[in-house]
């Protein structure tokens, strides 16, 4: 089996003015600037992002948007490009975040749009997938993660998905200090990587990294690393502060 390389992903969600958002990203820097081996993001809000841009450009730590829209540009009041994430320095754009389908009406189809906009101008998209309290409840986590990555990934083929990055994220754990335990989150990612193998194959499969996130801390970081299917993190509330994501980033 190939060894995927980790990554550990912070979203800053809508925190931090730019010069909050420039110091943090400033003192990541430096606190992670003897990592080896983990590829480290951060992804501040749009309007930050040129700024901290500077921050991080040749250090460890790489830059990422929380969103885009998939036309190229044009009459979309508010909406922001893959080309326009990229002349501000973006290497990886979060996708699908429960957040955004839960509060702005996002679904398998607008996240099909935004994945290839994504891929089309060569930012690594980060993919954000998970079910619901009441649907790992009623017994519905694997046929949801099922339609979400099979309708996140419609049309694509086996070439185009190299740099994919997915991120399994159980909506009940996202902010609400309730992690999913090392086994269920291990038994979600497993699956995950079935349906990439039935759809793209065992060698897409074996090299996608499926990131965990949902409060996730220094604390329960190693456990989580430590299982077979999970290749890193995608983190909220303990990225915002640059000392207890650094923790994390050395898990
Ligand atoms: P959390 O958020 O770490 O605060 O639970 C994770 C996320 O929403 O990506």
Redesign the pocket.
């Known amino acids: 089996m190939e060894t995927r390389r980790p990554l550990i992903a912070g ?1 800053w969600k809508m925190y931090k003015t730019n010069p909050e958002a420039v110091e943090s990203a400033g003192r990541l820097v430096e606190l992670v600037a003897d990592t080896d081996g983990v590829d480290i993001m951060i992804a501040p809000v749009f309007t930050a992002l040129d700024p901290v841009s500077k921050v991080v450009r040749d250090t460890r730590v790489g830059l990422g948007a929380q969103n885009l829209y998939w036309e190229k540009e044009g009459a979309f009041t508010g909406e922001i490009s893959a080309d326009m994430l990229v002349s501000a320095g973006c290497r990886y754009v979060i996708i699908g ?1 429960s957040e955004r389908r839960q509060y702005f009406g996002e679904t398998d189809e607008t996240v099909n749009r935004k994945i290839n906009a994504a891929l089309a101008a060569d930012l690594i998209p980060v993919f954000c997938i998970g079910e619901t309290e009441s649907e790992r409840d009623s017994g519905k986590t694997f046929s949801v993660l099922d339609k979400q990555v099979k309708d996140g990934l419609n049309n694509r083929v086996v070439d185009e998905l190299g740099t994919l990055v997915i991120a399994y ?1 159980p909506v009940w ?3 609400t200090g309730k992690t999913a335990t090392s086994d269920q989150a291990q038994e979600a990612h497993k699956y995950i990587r079935s349906l990439i193998s039935d759809s793209f194959g065992t060698a897409l499969a074996d090299t996608v990294r499926i990131l965990y ?4 801390k220094p604390a329960n970081v190693s456990e989580l690393m430590g299982m077979a299917d999970i290749d890193g993190a ?5 990225s915002l502060e640059a000392e207890s994501f650094s923790q994390i980033v050395k898990f």
Not at 213 to 216: N, T
Not at 234 to 238: I, K, N
């Open positions: 979203n975040h994220e754990a996202i902010g996130g949902g409060s996730v995608l983190v909220g509330g303990a």
